[in-house]
């Protein structure tokens, strides 16, 4: 019986930097650079030396590194819902500005539920990343009975404010976006306007009612400030308009405090059978991309999605980095989408 003989098989040498450098074709100080500082290094030379970690499989030794650093190189984007037509776009924003300083981007999705948010705040709190981006408009859960007092790391808030902590803040100015909406519909001749809102206490309806109002008193005439409380959702829509036809007044323009809501506003008008923009003008806010597929496309204030996720990493890393450590808010402008929903007032 022959036995089966003991071969050591050769252990393939890891990876190292000067691997890199060797392959890339640059220096061994640039490859540090690139890893510990890649805004210092030109976006050519830090494609090449990220092109050549990734052959060399010099990666699991740039990680040690950042373990040995006490930095994950990774951000977290805490978001209540993935499926939020917003946030895809403010999540390109948040990639593109990441990947080009040398971090990663992980998601935690909430679906809204505490238990899923307490959730994820354990596992940040393992050290898997280095900060944080909320979409969810409040403060995360900062602990659990069997895990209280989690810090937070350093943290800026997305598209949606919070409500009760102080943090940066990047999004769309609301107030100066609504009021440019209302002012639209009253160049039309509109002077019935109503607000359906987002829900009492949504802090963006709150800024985008504020806007409305602006906007009705920068007309000659007194303008009534008309609210009908919706929650956000096409159906909220739908039923701000059934309950203003048991009212003897109607108006003849709503703006609305999303497209959600301006489309649910505008099937609920069709099935009564009127037209719009003939017998009713509707106008949304986001410009999500359903809004301009629907009969009629939807005029609405289009947000610049991927340029709010850009700066709010933007300014996340450079509180990681020391750069920037002052909470600061910045607003960008949006744009009016002139579409088909819109029309003159009294054409019905």
Known sequence: MTGVPNVTLPTKKSATIEDVAKLAGVSIATVSRAIRNPEKVAESTRKKVTNAIARTGYTANVMAQNLRMQRSKMVMVLTPSIADPNFPGILIGLEKEA???????LI?????????????????????ADGLVLLTGHEPVAGTPKNPGIKLPPTVAAGRPLETAESSFVGVDDVAASKMATEYLVSLGHRRIVFVSGGVGDVLSERRHTGYRLGLAECAEE???WRMEGDGSSEGGRAAVERLFIKDTLPTAFFCFNDNTAIGVIAALRLRGFDVPRDFSVIGFDDIP???????ALTTIRQPRTMIGA??????????EGKNLDNS????????????????????
């Open 311 to 320: 700066q709010a990493m933007t300014l996340l890393l450079d509180k990681l």
């Open 290 to 296: 359903f809004a301009s597929n629907i009969t009629p």
């Open 329 to 348: 808010e910045i607003m960008m402008h949006g744009d009016l989408v002139v579409r088909e929903s819109c029309g003159p007032v009294g054409r019905g």
């Open 108 to 128: 935690g999705n909430t679906e809204g539920a505490i238990s899923l948010e307490e959730n994820h705040m354990r596992f940040l709190a393992t050290g898997v």
């Open 99 to 105: 990947h080009a300083r040398g971090y990663g981007v």
């Open 223 to 225: 303008l009534t400030d």
